[in-house]
């Protein structure tokens, strides 16, 4: 009580919450601001909600501020910050690996719509990657003969969670082609299956 910011506070800090102050002095609002202040145990984050505090003619002679301390949140943000940076960038990696292997890779919804397709897998039917997401085989008009079975094997997988492997033959105009695909669940983190991707060579 009876001190100013300056004598609790480094210079720069105190030069921030006073700048604060004054403007909602200037807008005669209530204002939010983020402000790090250093403590005992060392710098903090608070989140201060301030206002200004009129007397009886109207005019504005205080400005009352309550600070929440976030620093444990504002860490959390930010290694959640770093966390998604890396996977956005291992996702990049995953995509161009993806995109250069010969192997055919899809990914699918319960709705047995294409999330996700790599160059070979789509080149396989004639079409880009970006032809078929959010597509179902029936709509591109895909063979049945080979998405039949291979939807209803994606179905077990939806349901009972576990990996399916298994070969596929069907006839091409110039004879027959056969291949093995392996049909791995994707869950989240109460164990449900939320996508499954297939891998085909």
Same mark, same amino acid.
């Given at each position: 009580?009876?001190?100013? @910011?300056?004598?609790?506070?480094?210079?720069?800090?105190?030069?921030?919450?006073?700048?604060?102050?004054?403007?909602?002095?200037?807008?005669?609002?209530?204002?939010?601001?983020?402000?790090?202040?250093?403590?005992?145990?060392?710098?903090?984050?608070?989140?201060?909600?301030?206002?200004?505090?009129?007397?009886?003619?109207?005019?504005?002679? @205080?400005?009352?501020?309550?600070?929440?301390?976030?620093?444990?949140?504002? @860490?959390?943000?930010?290694?959640?910050?770093?966390?998604?940076?890396?996977?956005?960038?291992?996702?990049?990696?995953?995509?161009?690996? $993806?995109?250069?292997? %010969?192997?055919?890779?899809?990914?699918?919804?319960?709705?047995?719509? =294409? $999330?996700?397709?790599?160059?070979?897998? @789509?080149?396989?039917?004639?079409?880009?990657?970006?032809?078929?997401?959010?597509?179902?085989?029936?709509?591109?008009? =895909?063979?049945?003969?080979?998405?039949?079975? $291979?939807?209803?094997?994606?179905?077990?997988?939806?349901?009972?969670?576990?990996?399916?492997?298994?070969?596929?033959?069907?006839?091409? %105009?110039?004879?027959?082609?056969? =291949?093995?695909?392996? $049909?791995?669940?994707?869950?989240?983190?109460?164990?449900?299956?939320?996508?499954?991707?297939?891998?085909?060579?």
């Amino acid at each position: 009580i009876g001190k100013t @910011a300056y004598h609790c506070f480094t210079k720069s800090e105190a030069d921030q919450k006073t700048a604060n102050d004054e403007l909602v002095v200037k807008d005669g609002g209530a204002r939010q601001f983020e402000e790090v202040v250093t403590m005992e145990d060392g710098v903090h984050t608070l989140l201060s909600e301030k206002f200004p505090v009129r007397d009886e003619t109207g005019e504005i002679n @205080a400005v009352c501020g309550i600070s929440t301390d976030i620093t444990s949140r504002k @860490a959390y943000e930010e290694k959640l910050c770093k966390l998604s940076s890396q996977i956005q960038q291992q996702g990049r990696t995953l995509e161009t690996v $993806l995109s250069a292997s %010969p192997n055919i890779v899809y990914m699918f919804d319960n709705q047995g719509r =294409f $999330l996700y397709a790599n160059q070979s897998g @789509a080149e396989n039917f004639g079409v880009r990657p970006v032809d078929i997401i959010g597509k179902t085989w029936k709509t591109l008009n =895909f063979k049945n003969d080979v998405f039949v079975p $291979l939807m209803g094997q994606l179905s077990q997988v939806f349901k009972a969670g576990k990996t399916i492997r298994d070969n596929l033959s069907f006839l091409t %105009p110039d004879g027959g082609q056969e =291949f093995a695909y392996t $049909l791995i669940p994707i869950m989240d983190i109460r164990g449900r299956v939320v996508n499954v991707i297939a891998y085909v060579n």
